[in-house]
């Protein structure tokens, strides 16, 4: 029995593997294709940041450069919008798309949005449950100790939650960042499509996530399951 566990484990593995994979592909491939058309507005990411943020009455967030490939966010402790270097100066439908994104973040901060202010509460129970989850899942299997393997998958179940709540802040800033493009005319009619096409790339990858970390958590309690009947 334990074999067909342990087989059934190394499938989820592969999957979500696969899963995670093909988002990230379809986001790289957008943001390729997207990266090369120009906005005919002709403005960068960083103005439209700052634009967005000026008329949202947010002028005490700050937008910023910061490097890596598609490292933006916005930092609610900083009140900072960090945006890549090709999203902050380039003037394509993908930067100006992912910056838009990243002010719909300041703007829900602003907003007080539940769903953002919920996952901002539930960054140190994930900090913990990430550093003693797996490893209470580890020494339990090594002990022969289930009761402290089940614990560590308890404390994983923090994870697929915050990945969770991540969704609706994902999409809820995507479609905020639409309407502000929208709004102040930086994409016209014939380049919404491909700047909601762009936006939508990005959100499949927390789906892929969540996906992902779900058969995981699978394939653990397989493991544990399969180590309980022997």
């Known amino acids: 029995m334990i074999f067909n566990f342990m087989y059934y484990g190394y499938g989820l593995v592969i999957i979500a593997f696969l899963i995670t994979l093909v988002a990230d592909i379809y986001l790289r491939t957008r943001y390729s294709k997207y990266k090369k058309v120009k906005v005919k507005s002709g403005m960068t990411g960083a103005e439209v940041a700052r634009e967005i943020l ?6 005490n967030v700050y937008v910023v450069e910061t490097k890596g490939y598609l490292t933006d966010h916005y ?18 439908i993908a930067s100006v798309s992912v910056a838009a994104h990243e002010c719909g973040h300041a703007v ?6 539940f769903f953002l202010r919920f996952r ?7 900090n913990f449950s990430s550093k003693f989850g797996y490893l209470a899942v580890l020494i339990g299997l090594i ?10 998958i308890f ?3 923090a994870i697929l939650l915050f990945q969770l709540i991540t969704l609706p802040v994902e999409f809820n800033a995507s479609k905020r ?3 502000f493009l929208t709004k102040l005319n930086v994409v016209d009619n014939s380049e919404r499509s491909m700047a909601r096409s762009m936006l939508g790339a990005a959100a499949m990858t ?12 699978l394939r653990l309690v397989l493991i544990v399951m399969g180590n309980d009947r022997d």
């Open 143 to 152: 002990f022969g100790s289930m009761d402290l393997a089940w614990v560590g």
């Open 120 to 126: 901002t509460f539930l960054v140190p129970i994930v």
């Open 206 to 217: 927390y789906v892929a996530s969540l996906v992902s970390t779900l058969l995981e958590l």
């Open 54 to 59: 000026k008329n949202n009455g947010l002028e």
């Open 108 to 113: 829900q901060d602003k907003d007080g949005y």
């Open 75 to 92: 930092d609610p402790r900083a009140k900072v919008v960090r945006l890549s270097t090709d999203i902050y100066n380039g003037d394509s």
């Open 155 to 157: 404390l994983l179940v």
């Open 177 to 179: 960042g639409k309407m």
